[in-house]
């Protein structure tokens, strides 16, 4: 009489024999030999293997049916399928987030926040945004690094 092993091995060989994945293999398997379980419980099987691989033979059979019925989409895939777009309180947030941090660049003077765009949003260097506006590049990097404290604590207040 085969072990245990040796027969969930000849049922997973069969089960890929008929066509699935090597992944799906061991699921289905498990889910065979839970049906030998109950059916052992109600009736006596004669040959346990012969029952065990049958019934991992039809469980890939019936799920390559109902695959090509109705086909869904792979786990694999769903992250491609999701939709990542912001539901409309999240999209309402983050519009009053951007007048909340617009107001703060408003609260800078001028030359710092002209400065501090040109760092962020045209990402000019230190050395050109100095040559710009005619100071030193410490003098910029330093104008930058007030601008990005102030936007931080404007922000945290919000």
Known sequence: ?????????????????????????DELVQDAFLKLELYQRK???????????TAAVNLSIDRQR??????FADAEDLRHIA??????????????????AAAGLEQLPERTRRILLKRRLENMSYAEIAR?????????EKQ???????????MSQW
């Open 144 to 154: 930058v690094a007030r601008a990005t404290l102030q936007l931080m604590q404007w």
């Open 83 to 100: 939709d990542v777009t912001p539901d409309p309180g999240q999209i309402v947030e983050q519009q009053q987030r951007l007048r909340h």
């Open 66 to 71: 109902r695959n090509a019925r109705a086909p």
């Open 1 to 25: 009489m085969p072990t245990l092993a040796e027969m969930l091995q000849k049922a997973r060989r069969a089960v890929v024999r008929q066509g699935i994945p090597e992944q799906d293999a």
């Open 132 to 140: 710009d506006e005619e100071m030193s590049v410490a003098a910029v």
């Open 43 to 53: 009736s006596q099987a004669r040959s346990q293997e012969a029952l065990l691989v």
